[in-house]
């Protein structure tokens, strides 16, 4: 069974600071993706990573997937409170067979 | 395009009665899964459904919980015989083919279970 890590669990932050949130796994994946969830709404899509060493950029959110697909980074420049939410990265393997979910990062950005 | 539509949003249930959820996908969308989430947790795969046939079953509990997709209609995950340990909010996520590569998953609102 493939497994998703996330790290840190918790992060608390002030407005205006800059962070970096992990997701690491000991397979490899054919894409990652990360995902943003609210408290009371369904978690919603941010970006998918397919190509090891690939980098997005989604206006503040830069999401990297390792060379070897077996890891990513979500880094936010500037953090406003309405980033504050759980962060989910999810995977799916290499067969396209198994979706997995890590145990996400919940980002707290106070003004 | 409306996206996935889920309820009801909040359920009350008391011990022993049955919950029903219901899930619409996005237009288009051929494939369903079910998630539930517990309170400050993470996702937790149930089910995975394709028009009248379920996929892979794997996370779902095997006694009191169902799920089914019809060729018309929404998708049901059915819980019966509720307990206190099946409140939870329970997610449905849709995608326009089969689970993997290029087929990104589209999450509804939620409907949060709670049993009294």
């Known amino acids: 069974t493939q497994l998703l890590e996330q790290s840190p669990q918790f992060l608390s932050i002030q407005e205006g600071e800059n962070l970096t949130v992990y997701c690491n796994s000991s397979s490899v994946f054919s894409s990652l993706q990360w995902y943003r969830q609210e408290p009371g709404e369904g978690p919603v899509l941010l970006v998918t990573?397919?190509?090891?060493?690939e980098v997005k950029k989604l206006k503040r959110l830069t999401f990297q997937f390792g060379d070897a697909r077996k890891d990513s980074s979500l880094h936010i420049t500037a953090a406003q409170p309405g980033d504050t939410g759980l962060y989910l990265c999810?995977?799916?393997?290499?067969?396209?067979?198994?979706?997995?979910f890590g145990p996400g990062t919940r980002l707290s950005v106070l003004p | 395009n409306a996206g996935v539509m889920q309820n009801p949003r909040h359920l009350v249930r008391r011990r022993g009665q049955e919950a029903r959820l219901r899930c619409s996908p996005m237009?288009?969308?051929?494939?369903v899964y079910w998630y539930r989430q517990l309170p400050e947790e993470g996702l937790k795969f149930m089910v995975y459904?394709?028009?009248?046939?379920?996929?892979?079953e794997s996370g779902m509990p095997k006694e009191r919980f169902s799920a089914e997709f019809p060729k018309e209609g929404p998708s049901i995950l059915r819980i019966q015989q509720v307990v206190r340990g099946d409140s939870a909010a329970y997610f449905c996520?849709?995608?326009?083919?089969?689970?993997?590569?290029?087929?990104?998953?589209?999450f509804g609102p939620g409907t949060r279970l709670t049993v009294t």
């Open positions: 237009k288009g969308h051929s494939h």
């Open positions: 999810a995977g799916t393997d290499l067969y396209g067979q198994n979706f997995v």
């Open positions: 990573v397919v190509t090891g060493g």
């Open positions: 996520a849709s995608s326009p083919g089969v689970r993997g590569i290029g087929s990104e998953q589209y």
């Open positions: 459904l394709q028009k009248e046939n379920i996929i892979d």
